[in-house]
């Protein structure tokens, strides 16, 4: 069955760092493209950064090149740091297969329990 298990988020400042992880079981990240989900209250959750089996990536351009995703595949882990957070960066954070930024997973099941930023202004 596949799981994902993310952490690091966290209450922060803003300006502030913060760096995400997601462990994968069931799924082997480096054999698909993987991503970073993100869903404030009221809305869906929506694809803002993926890292793709040949390493490349793409971001939203809400990100304004604040955020970085990368790859372990030793331990099937994809990790977000994130840089010069703002408070509209609070949300929870989730990981999963994503292609499409902007993208909303609805396709995906098997959704972690996410993990919680708050940027406090």
């Known amino acids: 069955q596949v799981q994902f298990v993310e952490s690091g988020g966290g209450v922060v400042q803003a300006g502030g760092s913060l760096r995400l992880s997601c462990v994968g079981s069931?799924?082997?990240?480096?054999?698909?493209?993987i991503g970073w989900y993100r869903q404030v209250p009221g809305k869906q959750r929506e694809l803002i950064a993926r890292i793709r089996r040949d390493d490349d990536t793409k971001y939203a351009d809400s990100l304004e090149g604040r955020f970085t995703i990368s790859r372990d595949n030793a331990k099937n882990t994809v990790f977000l740091q994130m840089h010069n957070l703002k408070p509209e960066d609070t949300a929870v954070y989730y990981c999963?297969?994503?292609?499409?930024?902007?993208?909303?997973?609805?396709?995906?099941?098997?959704w972690g329990q996410g993990t919680q930023v708050t940027v406090s202004s």
């Open positions: 069931g799924i082997t990240f480096s054999t698909t493209a």
């Open positions: 999963n297969i994503g292609w499409a930024i902007g993208s909303f997973g609805s396709a995906y099941s098997n």
